[in-house]
C-alpha cells in the first residue's frame, strides 16, 4: 500500500467553507488554506466593527483532500458546489508541500498587517475674532507648512 496523497478538489466560487465543512462531513481530511484580512472602512450598525479579521481563502476554489489508495472519490452529485477533483483525481500532492502551506498559513505569511490608528496631528480649532487674530494664526500655519520663520510683506 502507497502513502496516501492530496488531491486538488475544485469548488464554485465563494462556496469553498460550505465545499470543506460537506467534505469533512463525508470523512475525508481536507486541508483548506485562509489568510485572515482586515476589515476597513467606516464602521456600520449590524456590520463588524472596522479593525476586525476576518478568514478568506488563500487559493480561491481549490482544497486539499487527502486521498488513499482504493479510496472512493467524493461524489459531485451529492455534494452542491463539488465540482471534482482536478485532472479526475491525476493531479496530487505530497505531505510535504502540504505541510509547508499549512505552516506557512499558520505563521500569518499572508496574513494582513494590523493597521494601528496614528493619532491625529491636526491642531485644536482656535476661533479668531479679529483681523489681527486672523493674520497671527495664518502666519502661524504658513510658518508650520513652509518652515519659514519670517515671512515676507509684500
Known sequence: MTEPTWAVALCEPNRDFEVDLRLRRGGYRVVFLTYRRQLTGKPRQGWNRSGEFIGLPLLQGY??????????YPDPERMPGYYGLLQDGKARLSDEVIDCWRRRVQAGEFDDIRRTEQPSQKTKFQPATSPEERRRLLHARFVEMLGVPELAAS
Not at 63 to 72: D, S, Y
Request: proline letters at 0%; aromatic letters at 10%; zero cysteines.
Open 63 to 72: 482544497l486539499f483532500v487527502e486521498l488513499h489508495e482504493g479510496q472512493e
